[in-house]
Every structure is written in structure tokens, then in C-alpha cells.
């Protein structure tokens, strides 16, 4: 989950700061940013004069170049989806199956082999533009996107060029607290349907390379974004909330590692001021939200340095890849000008057609989005924190709404969930839906507590049974006898037992050892098993200790 | 609905380099600049533009010898300019059509169903090293 990656960077506040990137390579930084490991032959020619700098007054430099420049960041996002079936063809698709067991002639583009359209794909893609706002082509078409490469059986992509499904949406998402929190609201371009090519391995010893099929066909939704983010971070979080959207609507695992969600990166950056974009330079190779931060934070770091030396003429439009291993870019291909992919319209697949009706059918079936919950979370009184963590993962908000409607106080509920069910599952590594307890039950043990029939203290002690071994709240207080005592008659007589027990304890605490009253406490939740009523207890227990009844 | 193969082109001898599966055809004709979004319905009244063949060959990746450039690039001039004739008719007043046919949906239910003749297919892989398919090393795209 985004919320708990990001919970990592905190530990580690170097990583807002790019230059402390440089300082791990030794004491003393230089200017340039070339590493002297990685030579590739297409690196910059020139070598930028070495300056010797210490780290303190880099750091103060790097952060005023980038301030007086403007980052212009684009996303595009593929997104895998997790239909039964391939776009075109009926073969199953499952991650990591035995290399070409998933194939037919269709997907292995075969002489004769026709494509026949998913449906599910295109309810799958009216869902995600519904969900980003956009608007939806009611018509559209397929189109062939033609190059040449080992892992694209027909030697063409089937994709859409000029009519996408859906244009012109946004997505609305909050910023982490830990950095600083706020509202943004970034743009979305497009929204097309596309198919996904083979995988391509590439063997250690140079001649030859390997293609599995398995994956060829798979249906992708490519988004992509209005380059309205300026940030690191701000990326990171657009990828996240992009994670959270499928994953609501149940179209995607929306899985970075898995190769279920793609983020391809372009940063362009400009003197502040000037309208005139800059260069920009795409970056690949990213397989996390944190990377996407990281790189293009450095990315960022790297253009402002060279413009500030007056090298910006260095900054040539390219493919960079994020090495993770080293915490750089690296220059991977340049672009010699545009791609000729002579786009036409794909023949063998007819237009695709959706009426208001299927529109409406499907906005009617929505679940209730993360913008929409954050909001009315927030309406509810829970601090900013509660909301992003609850509205994070579909199943915790379910779980959470399920809580509030068997009753439970809102702040309450949050807090159990938030404290100790997280920190159950984190440990047992579950997810929510595995737990034992129920919403119910959690409502049931807030209650409980709540109305004086337990203690807090005890209440944690049967939380811990609950959430492994399942059963009822009444039941559990019923079997270990956990009802609170709160009879002030009753308390009386055990702090009388504890304190004719303790008749040295007693003199030294009339002798002004007042700190003692907390061990009298503790003897008489002894006595009654932790069932005694604390706030009572206490009171009692200090009239009784200092000789007023 | 079968592909739209167009037959005059095998009237052409030609050597491939890369053989591409699948139904392939490639009309040469097609405006080349792919940034111009569907301008091909609207103004262009202008005669069209001769064939960059040896361009056109490097995309395809075909082989062409300096003879052959010339000696195909007024012959496939001539396909071009016979499909030129439809700049003749008058679009003023007509919609741009997303595509040439009117039928609509041909959708399948999204349930799996293995294909059964694999080895078959596997079988048809020029060369196959147990479990992937063989290729030559190709690291850039274009």
C-alpha cells in the first residue's frame, strides 16, 4: 500500500533531498553528475569540468538550482487487465504459467488467424473512463500500431491512435501527510485499449534472446496523463491513486512488481517563468511508487544542474532507465525523431459502439471511488491521517463501513483499526479479509467498552482472541467472566483486603511515599482479575489510603 | 471479415528480410505523417506525395538493390495515383466516418478455452529452445 511505502521514506529523509544522493559515493562531491563505473558508449561526450565542493554547501546549491526551475512531469500508465481471457482470443491468462502454454494462432499471429474482441475489455474500459472523469467516445475503433520487434507476434500492436475511448478526464487525490499533505488534482489525457506484446528475455551470452507468448494479447488500458505534476511526489501519488482506482473497480491487481501497472515517466524542466517547455526525457525501468519518486527527483536534479552550468543543450530528448541499484539514470536510447508506426485502422475488428444505456447501465454499478470516500470521510470528523489510511484499501474501507453501520463510534472504530487490527495483520501478514473478527463484533466490543460493561484494558486482552480465533464479544465476557466491577461497595471491601495485607506499604505511604498508591492499584486489579473499574479504584483507594473512610 | 489484402501488389518481386506472420498488408499509400489526425477526409485537394521507397522499405524491412528502388519506385507512384482518383469527389458536405464498414460489435464472452493442438503450434517455430521461442538479439526498437 502506498501509505506504508511512503511510511518507509520517512525513515529515511535523505531521499527528499537529492543531493544526499551524491554523498554516498564518498566525502568529497563533485559537480558533474557522470558516473565513473558505468561508461556506456553513448554517454555525453564532453567531460563537465570536476569541482571538489563539500557536501554542506552542495546541498545548499542543488536545492537553489532546482527552485529557480519548473519540473513539467507526464505519466503513462499501462494497465494489465485481469480479464479471464485475452483481448482477441479466448486463451486464459495467468502470471506466471510455464512459458508459451497460454498461445493459440490468434495471439501467435498466425497466417489466418482473426481477432475477435473481449467484452469484457470494453466493460472494463468504460469503467475505468467513467472513474477518471472522462468523457467517452460512444464510437470508436481499433487501429494497427506496425513496427518490428521479437516480442510482437503479428508485427503489429492492435491499438487506438486516433479515437480513443475515452478523453479528457482528472483524477482528485490527497498528498501524504508526511510530505506535507494538500489537494491536487491532475489531468488525464486519454484512455485507450490496447494489447499487450510477449515477453522478451535477454540471455547472458550475447547472440540470442527468448520470447514466451504467454502474456502476447493481454489487454492493457494505456492512461495517459496531462503533464500537470511538478513533483517527485506528486507522480508517485498520481501512480497510487491510479493503483487505488482499479483496484476499486476490480478491473486490475494494479500490481507494479507483477507488471500489472507500467509507469513510464517524462520530465521536462523550465526556468520559472518561461512558457516554453523544456526538453523532455523519458524515463523507464520504474517498478515501484517510491522509485517513481526517486528518479524523477534525480532527473530533475540532473536537467536544473546542467542548466545551471549552461549545458542545457546536454539535455538531447531520450529513453533514460532508473537503475535502482545505483539510484540514477542512465541514458538508454536516443530519440532519432519521431516513430513512424503508419497507424491505420485495424480491419479486421468493427467499430466499437456503446449506447447511453450500457453507459448508464455501468455508471449505475460503480462502487463508491477513494475520492468519494476520502470525502465523506472527512465529513465524518476523522482527522486527514484516518481518512487516507482507511480509504487506502477497498477491503479496510469495507470493513471500517461495516463497523460504523453495526453502530460504532466513528473515531473509536478508526482508532481499533488503525492500532491494533494493523498492527495484527502486519505481524500475522494478513490481510483484512483474514482476520477473525468481525465488523460486527468490533462494533460490539466498542460498545462494550464504551457503556462501562468491560474495561479498556481487558477489552484489548479479548481483542487479541477475537482477532485469531474469531467468537463473540458476549460470549468471551461471558466464559472469562470479564465484567467490569463497578460496585463501589465491592471495590471497598478488596482495597480494604489489600491494604490490612500491606501494612508496611501502608505506613510508608502515610509517611509520604505517595507513589505507593500505584502499587496498592496494582494489588487490588490483581485481587479482581483486572475486572476492577480503574477510575473508581483509584478514588476509592486514595480516600481509603489517606484515612477518610 | 476477411483482411483487405490489395492482390496488385504481388505483382512486385520482392525479397524479404524479416518475414512478418499474420495477415500483412501494408499500403504504402497511407499519409505518413501520423500526427495529422484524420485530415485525409477534409481539404487536400493537392496532388499526392511521390513514394520515399527507400524509406518505405527501411519501415517495412525489405531489401531493396539501388535498381529496384527505381525501377519500383514509378510503379507503386502509379498504385498511389490510381487510389488518388477519390480526391476528385466533393466532401464538403460529408461526416468523416471512423470506418469503411457499418456492422457493429462482434464480441465474445470473456471465458477461457485452451487451444488444443499446441504442440502443433510449437511444432511451427522455426527455432525453439525449450520453453521460449528462439530469436535474434534485438535491443532498440526501431
Same mark, same amino acid.
Given at each position: 500500500?502506498? +501509505?506504508?511505502?511512503?511510511?518507509?521514506?520517512?525513515?529515511?529523509?535523505?531521499?527528499?533531498?537529492?543531493?544526499?544522493?551524491?554523498?554516498?559515493?564518498?566525502?568529497?562531491?563533485?559537480?558533474?553528475?557522470?558516473? %565513473?563505473?558505468?561508461?556506456?558508449?553513448?554517454?555525453?561526450?564532453?567531460?563537465?569540468?570536476? @569541482?571538489?565542493?563539500?557536501?554542506?554547501?552542495?546541498?545548499?546549491? @542543488?536545492?537553489?538550482?532546482?527552485?529557480?526551475?519548473?519540473?513539467?512531469?507526464?505519466?503513462?500508465?499501462?494497465?494489465?487487465?485481469?480479464?479471464?481471457? =485475452?483481448?482477441?482470443?479466448? &486463451?486464459?491468462?495467468?502470471?506466471?504459467?510455464?512459458?508459451?502454454?497460454?498461445?493459440?494462432?490468434? &495471439?501467435?499471429?498466425?497466417?489466418?488467424?482473426?481477432?475477435?474482441?473481449?467484452?469484457?475489455?470494453?466493460?472494463?474500459?468504460?469503467?475505468?473512463?467513467?472513474? $477518471?472523469?472522462?468523457?467517452?467516445?460512444?464510437?470508436?475503433?481499433?487501429?494497427? /500500431?506496425?513496427?518490428?520487434?521479437?516480442?510482437?507476434?503479428?508485427?503489429?500492436?492492435?491499438?487506438?491512435?486516433?479515437?480513443?475511448?475515452?478523453?479528457?478526464?482528472?483524477?482528485?487525490?490527497?498528498?501524504?501527510?508526511?510530505?506535507?499533505?494538500?489537494?491536487?488534482?491532475?489531468?488525464?489525457?486519454?484512455?485507450?485499449? *490496447?494489447?499487450?506484446?510477449?515477453?522478451? $528475455?535477454?540471455?547472458?551470452?550475447?547472440?540470442?534472446?527468448?520470447?514466451?507468448?504467454?502474456?502476447? #494479447?493481454?489487454?492493457?488500458?494505456?492512461?495517459?496523463?496531462?503533464?500537470?505534476?511538478?513533483?517527485?511526489?506528486?507522480?508517485?501519488?498520481?501512480?497510487?491513486?491510479?493503483?487505488?482506482?482499479?483496484?476499486?473497480?476490480?478491473?486490475?491487481?494494479?500490481?507494479?512488481?507483477?507488471?500489472?501497472?507500467? &509507469?513510464?515517466?517524462?520530465? %521536462?524542466?523550465?526556468?520559472?517563468?518561461? +512558457?516554453?517547455?523544456?526538453?523532455?526525457?523519458?524515463?523507464?525501468?520504474?517498478?515501484?511508487? %517510491?522509485?517513481?519518486?526517486?528518479?524523477?527527483?534525480?532527473?530533475?536534479?540532473?536537467?536544473?544542474?546542467?542548466?545551471?552550468?549552461?549545458?542545457?543543450?546536454?539535455?538531447?530528448?531520450?529513453?533514460?532507465?532508473?537503475?535502482?541499484?545505483?539510484? =540514477?539514470?542512465?541514458?538508454?536510447? /536516443?530519440?532519432?525523431?519521431?516513430?513512424?508506426?503508419?497507424?491505420?485502422?485495424?480491419?479486421?475488428?468493427?467499430?466499437?459502439?456503446?449506447?447511453?444505456?450500457?453507459?448508464?447501465?455501468?455508471?449505475?454499478?460503480?462502487?463508491?471511488?477513494?475520492?468519494?470516500?476520502?470525502?465523506?470521510?472527512? =465529513?465524518?470528523?476523522?482527522?486527514?491521517?484516518?481518512?487516507?489510511?482507511?480509504?487506502?484499501?477497498?477491503?479496510?474501507?469495507?470493513?471500517?463501513?461495516?463497523? $460504523?453501520?453495526?453502530?460504532?463510534?466513528?473515531?473509536?472504530?478508526?482508532?481499533?483499526?488503525? #492500532?491494533?487490527?494493523?498492527?495484527?495483520?502486519?505481524?500475522?501478514?494478513?490481510?483484512?479479509?483474514?482476520?477473525?473478527?468481525?465488523?460486527?463484533?468490533?462494533?460490539?466490543?466498542?460498545?462494550?467498552?464504551?457503556?462501562?460493561?468491560?474495561?479498556?484494558?481487558?477489552?484489548? *486482552?479479548?481483542?487479541?482472541?477475537?482477532?485469531? /480465533?474469531?467468537?463473540?464479544?458476549?460470549?468471551?465476557?461471558?466464559?472469562?467472566?470479564?465484567?467490569?466491577?463497578?460496585?463501589?461497595?465491592?471495590?471497598?471491601?478488596?482495597?480494604?483486603?489489600?491494604?490490612?495485607?500491606?501494612?508496611?506499604?501502608?505506613?510508608?505511604?502515610?509517611?509520604?511515599?505517595?507513589?505507593?498508591?500505584?502499587?496498592?492499584?496494582?494489588?487490588?486489579?490483581?485481587?479482581?482479575?483486572?475486572?476492577?473499574?480503574?477510575?473508581?479504584?483509584?478514588?476509592?483507594?486514595?480516600?481509603?489510603?489517606?484515612?477518610?473512610? | 471479415?476477411?483482411?483487405?489484402?490489395?492482390?496488385?501488389?504481388?505483382?512486385? !518481386?520482392?525479397?524479404?528480410?524479416?518475414?512478418?506472420?499474420?495477415?500483412?498488408?501494408?499500403?504504402?499509400?497511407?499519409?505518413?505523417?501520423?500526427?495529422?489526425?484524420? !485530415?485525409?477526409?477534409?481539404?487536400?485537394?493537392?496532388?499526392?506525395?511521390?513514394?520515399?521507397?527507400?524509406?518505405?522499405?527501411?519501415?517495412?524491412?525489405?531489401?531493396?538493390?539501388? !535498381?529496384?528502388?527505381?525501377?519500383?519506385?514509378?510503379?507503386?507512384?502509379?498504385?498511389?495515383?490510381?487510389?488518388?482518383?477519390?480526391?476528385?469527389?466533393?466532401?464538403? !458536405?460529408?461526416?468523416?466516418?471512423?470506418?469503411?464498414?457499418?456492422?457493429?460489435?462482434?464480441?465474445?464472452?470473456?471465458?477461457?478455452?485452451?487451444?488444443?493442438?499446441?504442440?502443433?503450434?510449437?511444432?511451427?517455430?522455426?527455432?525453439?529452445?525449450?520453453?521460449?521461442?528462439?530469436?535474434?538479439?534485438?535491443?532498440?526498437?526501431?
Amino acid at each position: 500500500m502506498a +501509505s506504508t511505502l511512503f511510511r518507509t521514506i520517512q525513515i529515511h529523509p535523505f531521499l527528499l533531498y537529492p543531493t544526499a544522493l551524491f554523498s554516498r559515493r564518498n566525502g568529497v562531491l563533485y559537480c558533474t553528475m557522470k558516473s %565513473s563505473q558505468t561508461q556506456t558508449a553513448t554517454q555525453e561526450k564532453q567531460q563537465p569540468p570536476k @569541482v571538489k565542493v563539500p557536501q554542506h554547501a552542495l546541498k545548499k546549491t @542543488v536545492d537553489k538550482i532546482t527552485r529557480d526551475y519548473e519540473a513539467i512531469i507526464g505519466i503513462e500508465t499501462h494497465v494489465q487487465l485481469s480479464t479471464l481471457t =485475452k483481448a482477441f482470443c479466448s &486463451c486464459p491468462y495467468n502470471y506466471g504459467s510455464q512459458p508459451n502454454t497460454s498461445i493459440c494462432p490468434i &495471439c501467435m499471429g498466425l497466417p489466418g488467424a482473426l481477432p475477435v474482441l473481449n467484452s469484457k475489455v470494453i466493460e472494463f474500459a468504460v469503467k475505468l473512463g467513467l472513474a $477518471l472523469n472522462c468523457k467517452l467516445s460512444l464510437n470508436s475503433k481499433f487501429d494497427r /500500431k506496425q513496427y518490428f520487434y521479437p516480442d510482437l507476434p503479428k508485427g503489429y500492436q492492435i491499438s487506438q491512435f486516433d479515437i480513443p475511448i475515452a478523453t479528457g478526464g482528472y483524477v482528485d487525490l490527497d498528498l501524504p501527510l508526511e510530505f506535507g499533505g494538500g489537494h491536487r488534482k491532475f489531468g488525464i489525457t486519454r484512455v485507450h485499449i *490496447e494489447e499487450d506484446a510477449g515477453k522478451l $528475455l535477454h540471455s547472458g551470452n550475447g547472440d540470442y534472446s527468448q520470447v514466451d507468448l504467454n502474456r502476447a #494479447g493481454v489487454p492493457l488500458l494505456e492512461i495517459v496523463s496531462e503533464p500537470d505534476m511538478r513533483t517527485g511526489i506528486e507522480a508517485a501519488e498520481y501512480a497510487a491513486e491510479l493503483q487505488r482506482v482499479v483496484r476499486y473497480l476490480g478491473i486490475s491487481n494494479g500490481n507494479m512488481q507483477e507488471g500489472s501497472l507500467r &509507469c513510464d515517466v517524462n520530465v %521536462s524542466i523550465r526556468p520559472v517563468g518561461q +512558457s516554453e517547455f523544456g526538453t523532455k526525457v523519458e524515463i523507464k525501468n520504474l517498478n515501484s511508487f %517510491s522509485s517513481i519518486n526517486r528518479a524523477i527527483d534525480f532527473e530533475i536534479s540532473r536537467q536544473a544542474l546542467l542548466h545551471s552550468q549552461g549545458q542545457s543543450d546536454q539535455i538531447v530528448q531520450e529513453t533514460r532507465l532508473w537503475e535502482e541499484g545505483a539510484q =540514477k539514470t542512465v541514458t538508454m536510447r /536516443k530519440k532519432e525523431g519521431l516513430s513512424d508506426y503508419r497507424y491505420f485502422p485495424e480491419p479486421d475488428l468493427p467499430e466499437v459502439i456503446l449506447t447511453p444505456e450500457y453507459v448508464d447501465s455501468i455508471s449505475n454499478s460503480l462502487p463508491e471511488l477513494p475520492e468519494a470516500k476520502r470525502r465523506r470521510y472527512e =465529513k465524518m470528523g476523522l482527522s486527514m491521517q484516518d481518512v487516507l489510511f482507511l480509504a487506502n484499501d477497498m477491503n479496510v474501507a469495507e470493513y471500517f463501513d461495516a463497523t $460504523l453501520s453495526s453502530g460504532a463510534d466513528v473515531k473509536l472504530a478508526a482508532n481499533w483499526i488503525m #492500532g491494533d487490527i494493523a498492527a495484527y495483520m502486519k505481524n500475522e501478514k494478513l490481510s483484512i479479509n483474514d482476520i477473525k473478527l468481525t465488523p460486527q463484533e468490533l462494533a460490539e466490543l466498542i460498545a462494550s467498552i464504551k457503556s462501562g460493561t468491560i474495561s479498556g484494558k481487558i477489552g484489548k *486482552e479479548i481483542l487479541s482472541e477475537l482477532l485469531a /480465533k474469531g467468537g463473540t464479544v458476549k460470549g468471551l465476557i461471558e466464559e472469562k467472566d470479564l465484567i467490569q466491577i463497578a460496585d463501589p461497595v465491592e471495590i471497598g471491601k478488596m482495597i480494604d483486603k489489600v491494604i490490612s495485607e500491606n501494612p508496611k506499604q501502608l505506613e510508608q505511604y502515610r509517611g509520604g511515599k505517595t507513589k505507593l498508591q500505584g502499587f496498592f492499584a496494582g494489588q487490588v486489579m490483581k485481587l479482581s482479575k483486572g475486572k476492577a473499574n480503574p477510575g473508581l479504584l483509584n478514588k476509592i483507594l486514595l480516600e481509603k489510603l489517606n484515612g477518610q473512610s | 471479415m476477411g483482411s483487405r489484402a490489395l492482390l496488385m501488389l504481388t505483382n512486385f !518481386n520482392f525479397k524479404a528480410t524479416v518475414s512478418s506472420f499474420g495477415s500483412a498488408s501494408n499500403p504504402f499509400f497511407l499519409i505518413k505523417n501520423n500526427l495529422r489526425i484524420r !485530415n485525409f477526409s477534409t481539404k487536400t485537394r493537392s496532388s499526392l506525395q511521390p513514394p520515399d521507397l527507400p524509406g518505405l522499405a527501411e519501415t517495412a524491412r525489405i531489401s531493396l538493390a539501388p !535498381n529496384e528502388v527505381e525501377e519500383f519506385a514509378p510503379k507503386i507512384g502509379q498504385v498511389i495515383d490510381w487510389f488518388g482518383q477519390l480526391q476528385a469527389v466533393d466532401l464538403d !458536405n460529408v461526416e468523416p466516418a471512423i470506418r469503411a464498414d457499418t456492422e457493429g460489435d462482434n464480441l465474445r464472452e470473456d471465458v477461457p478455452q485452451t487451444f488444443e493442438n499446441k504442440e502443433a503450434l510449437i511444432a511451427s517455430v522455426p527455432s525453439y529452445e525449450e520453453p521460449y521461442i528462439k530469436v535474434p538479439k534485438v535491443l532498440n526498437k526501431e
